[in-house]
């Protein structure tokens, strides 16, 4: 079984959404025996913007630049690692109500027709159902559905519509709320959110996995 987990906070070892997503998949890895895990880290090696050169070279046109050829190679490793994956861990902070553009962009290279969703008469499919996907969301105010402020949250909604829309159906929401509120509130939230990490149960195909006999 293989997992991937995607960080992208810019704020290295301070920030809240990699401590906890590196404790999702660390009890992941202790859950699911043999459980391979990949890692892209968005903020040290982040993937360009799709501009009209990336979608110039998708419909055949030769790039001119290495940069280019770098990043178009760099992109489509992450779609096949994204594709391979049965669970996808994503490290998601709110920046200005949103996600941050690392996350954006590479958002952006995974979104692909006829890899990831297509269009038919009926309209659009999700062609990467089977994942399990788990959001680590942290946030610096509140912004949950009883929040004053909950309009202003087009980060976890997004996130649940894009995942939504290439048909993924398992997705859940581990969230550390209110941390630039004070200190202590910081680590109340870090606290419930690891707390829940705890809870996580297995991927479906994991579980069954498991509760074969041994033979």
Same mark, same amino acid.
């Given at each position: 079984?293989?997992?991937?987990h995607?960080?992208s906070?810019i704020? #290295? #070892?301070n920030?809240?959404?990699?401590?906890?997503?590196?404790?999702?998949?660390?009890h992941?890895?202790? $859950?699911?025996?043999?459980?391979?895990?990949?890692?892209e880290?968005?903020?040290?090696?982040? &993937?360009? @913007?799709l501009?009209?050169? @990336?979608?110039?070279?998708?419909?055949? $046109?030769?790039?001119?630049?290495a940069?280019?050829?770098?990043?178009?190679? @760099?992109?489509?490793?992450?779609?096949?690692?994204f594709?391979?994956a049965?669970?996808? +861990?994503?490290?998601?902070?709110?920046?200005?109500?949103s996600?941050?553009?690392?996350?954006?962009?590479?958002?952006? !290279?995974?979104?692909?027709?006829?890899k $990831? *969703?297509r269009?038919s008469?009926k309209?659009?499919?999700? &062609?990467?159902?089977?994942?399990k996907v788990?959001?680590?969301?942290?946030?610096?105010? *509140?912004?949950?559905?009883d929040?004053?402020?909950?309009?202003?949250? @087009?980060?976890?909604?997004? &996130?649940?519509? +894009?995942? #939504? *829309?290439f048909?993924? $159906?398992?997705?859940?929401?581990?969230?550390?709320?209110?941390?630039?509120?004070?200190?202590?509130? !910081? +680590?109340?939230?870090i606290e419930?959110?690891l707390?829940?990490?705890g &809870?996580?149960?297995?991927a479906?195909?994991?579980?069954?996995?498991?509760?074969?006999?041994?033979?």
């Open positions: 079984m293989n997992l991937l995607v960080d906070s704020l #290295g #070892g920030s809240v959404s990699r401590q906890i997503s590196a404790a999702v998949v660390e992941l890895a202790a $859950t699911i025996p043999g459980l391979s895990v990949q890692n880290d968005l903020a040290a090696t982040p &993937l360009q @913007h501009s009209l050169a @990336h979608l110039a070279a998708a419909q055949g $046109t030769t790039p001119e630049s940069v280019l050829v770098a990043d178009i190679a @760099h992109g489509q490793k992450a779609l096949d690692a594709l391979a049965d669970i996808v +861990v994503v490290g998601a902070p709110m920046y200005n109500f996600i941050p553009s690392q996350l954006k962009a590479w958002i952006d !290279r995974i979104s692909v027709a006829g $990831t *969703f269009y008469e309209g659009p499919e999700g &062609l990467a159902g089977g994942k788990i959001i680590v969301s942290a946030r610096g105010g *509140f912004y949950g559905e929040a004053p402020a909950a309009a202003l949250d @087009h980060q976890e909604s997004y &996130l649940r519509a +894009v995942f #939504g *829309f048909g993924i $159906t398992d997705i859940s929401i581990i969230r550390a709320e209110g941390v630039n509120i004070g200190p202590e509130q !910081r +680590v109340r939230a419930a959110a707390v829940e990490v &809870l996580i149960a297995p479906p195909a994991a579980s069954a996995a498991l509760a074969q006999p041994a033979v």
